[in-house]
C-alpha cells in the first residue's frame, strides 16, 4: 500500500460548484500534513498546511482526521482558476511524502 | 518573501554527457531534496541531504547521481551519463526543519536527446 494515496481524478466541475478531494496516509507517525497545487509544467506550491482542528482560507477548507488518518480539501465557489492538480503532502521526520495529486478541471 | 532558485531553467543535452543542475536552497533551511517528474506522472523523491550528507535516497538515484553542497549555498545534482529517461522536471526543495513546509525551486527541464 502506497504511504500516501489520492484519488488522481480528473474530477470535472462547473464554476462555481463545490468540490471536495481526499487523500489517506498509511503512517501513524505521520507529522505534518499539507495541500500543495501544482499548474502543468510548474513547480508545488503549497495551498495550505492542514491542521486537526481544520482550517480555512477563503474559498478553501482542510481537514484531518488522525484517527481515520485521512486529510481532506473543499474547494467552494471554484473558480476557472482553479484548475490544477492538488497534491496531498505528508511529512514525517524529514521525510517529504507526496501524494499522486488530484487532477481539477473547471468548466466554464 | 525568500525562494529557492534553480538553474538552468532548461538543459538540453545529448545521451551520455553528463549534466550539472544547480538550485540555491533558502539561506536558513537544513534540509534539501531532489526530485524528479516526468512529464505527466507523479512528483517522485531522488534524495534528501541533511548536515552535508545524504540523508535518504531512493531507487531511481542510482550510481549515475550524485549530490554535493560545495559551498555552504549552492546544492547541486549531477547526472554523470545522461539517458533518454533521464528527461523530466527536476525540483530541488528545501526545509527549514522537519515537519515543516517545503519551497520548491521552479525546476529545471531537461531534455535527453
Known amino acids: 500500500r502506497k504511504e500516501v494515496e489520492q484519488d488522481p481524478g480528473p474530477f470535472n466541475v462547473p464554476e462555481g460548484a463545490t468540490v471536495a478531494f481526499n487523500c489517506t496516509y498509511s503512517?501513524?507517525?505521520?507529522?505534518?500534513f499539507f495541500w500543495y497545487r501544482q499548474d502543468c509544467r510548474k513547480e508545488p506550491k503549497l495551498l495550505m498546511s492542514?491542521?486537526?482542528s481544520g482550517n480555512e482560507d477563503g474559498r478553501f477548507t482542510a481537514q484531518l482526521n488522525r484517527a481515520s488518518q485521512y486529510i481532506s480539501l473543499l474547494i467552494r465557489d471554484s473558480k476557472l482558476s482553479d484548475s490544477a492538480t492538488y497534491l496531498c503532502v505528508v511529512n514525517r521526520d524529514d521525510k517529504i511524502i507526496f501524494g499522486k495529486g488530484t487532477r481539477l478541471h473547471i468548466l466554464p | 518573501e525568500p525562494e529557492v532558485t534553480q538553474t538552468p531553467s532548461h538543459q538540453v543535452t545529448q545521451m551520455g554527457q553528463e549534466v550539472i543542475l544547480r538550485c540555491v536552497p533558502i539561506?536558513?533551511?537544513?534540509?534539501f531534496y531532489w526530485y524528479r517528474q516526468i512529464l505527466g506522472q507523479k512528483v517522485e523523491f531522488l534524495v534528501s541531504f541533511y548536515n552535508n550528507e545524504i540523508s535518504e535516497k531512493s531507487e531511481i538515484f542510482d550510481d549515475q547521481f550524485s549530490v554535493e553542497r560545495p559551498d555552504g549555498s549552492n546544492f547541486t545534482l549531477k547526472i554523470r551519463s545522461t539517458k533518454l529517461e533521464d528527461s523530466a522536471m527536476y525540483f530541488c526543495a528545501s526545509i527549514a526543519g522537519e515537519g515543516t513546509e517545503a519551497f520548491f525551486g521552479q525546476g529545471t527541464r531537461l531534455t535527453v536527446v
Open positions: 503512517n501513524s507517525a505521520s507529522q505534518s
Open positions: 539561506s536558513n533551511h537544513l534540509y
Open positions: 492542514v491542521y486537526s
